[in-house]
């Protein structure tokens, strides 16, 4: 198994312009998590599907964050329009059966720089 | 819902110590406690984790122990070696279907 795949690795903007995060989760998992990473706030929990339902979303940020999941195998987070407080490491996590005990996989994160 | 809190938030130790991070956390529901650790530039992978039906959890140099009552949980690494330099986070999941609550890290450093 490949693992939980993210794209882009990095990705430098300008402010105002639109980022999309992608996220492949491993096969079979049935929960899929939005992480951000900054060194002031730490791992913060954006939004997290179950059997892509959305579940939690109420650490998305602002109405310029939106989260989708159209099926098992993808999801995507949208920045739009982006700003330089953005900047950061974005985590996608997947977690399988056994939720109350399942470990979370996560992929290698989405470094965004926001100029 | 849960809030988790960690200490310290660094740490230094010289090779061969032993190294401990503490954690607390707010819902007496949550069950289950991993901890993962994050070396620089690289995913957050986890290390060991104990549920809340087990006192002390020990896998070769690293172990975790769990106290109900006060609801505290800690990680413990003996022998420690330059290697284990790494930002460590503690997390707790409780009532919050699939939900984890992590702790704000602690970035461990391992002197040689």
Known sequence: ?115 | GENVEQHPSTLSVQEGDSAVIKCTYSDSASNYFPWYKQELGKRPQLIIDIRSNVGEKKDQRIAVTLNKTAKHFSLHITETQPEDSAVYFCAARGSTLGRLYFGRGTQLTVWP
């Open chain 1, 1 to 115: 198994d490949a693992g939980v795949i993210q794209s882009p690795r990095h990705e430098v903007t300008e402010m105002g312009q639109e980022v999309t995060l992608r996220c492949k989760p491993i096969s079979g998992h049935d929960y899929l998590f939005w992480y951000r990473q900054t060194m002031m706030r730490g791992l913060e929990l954006l939004i997290y599907f179950n059997n892509n339902v959305p579940i939690d979303d109420s650490g998305m940020p602002e109405d310029r964050f939106s989260a989708k999941m159209p099926n098992a195998s993808f999801s995507t987070l949208k920045i739009q329009p982006s700003e330089p407080r953005d900047s950061a490491v974005y985590f996608c996590a997947s977690m399988g059966q056994g939720h109350n005990t399942g470990e979370l996989f996560f992929g290698e994160g989405s470094r965004l720089t926001v100029l």
